[in-house]
Nanobody, 114 residues
Framework: QVQLVESGGGLVQAGGSLRLSCAAS????????MGWYRQAPGKQRELVAD???????VYADSVKGRFTISRDSAKRTVYLQMNSLKPEDTAVYYC????????WGQGTQVTVSS
């Protein structure tokens, strides 16, 4: 069994920064993919950023240049540094880790006020 626990969400003014963290616990000790998705009210869940154990990263066009994903595989933790936040970044942010199967966190709310 694998559990993912996110932290770091909150309320911030436009232009501010937040850092999200997601730590895994359980029986899987390494993941191929570790990333972040988000879901705004009335919208589908979308990819924000993802990273592979080979070092590859991918970002949504809307966050390129503002968000940075990083991972500490030994700690089974993935981070998302979010800078220059905009009101349209408001959403519930979910971490996802995958190794064969995929695992999701419970989500953390990020609210950006204008």
């Amino acid at each position: 069994q694998v559990q993912l626990v996110e932290s770091g969400g909150g309320l911030v003014q436009a232009g501010g920064s937040l850092r999200l963290s997601c730590a895994a616990s359980g029986t899987i000790f390494s993941f191929n993919a570790m990333g972040w998705y988000r879901q705004a009210p009335g919208k589908q869940r979308e990819l924000v950023a993802d990273t592979t154990d080979g070092g590859g990263t991918v970002y949504a066009d809307s966050v390129k240049g503002r968000f940075t994903i990083s991972r500490d595989s030994a700690k089974r933790t993935v981070y998302l540094q979010m800078n220059s936040l905009k009101p349209e970044d408001t959403a519930v942010y979910y971490c996802r880790m995958a190794r064969g199967l995929q695992y999701w966190g419970q989500g953390t709310q990020v609210t950006v006020s204008s």
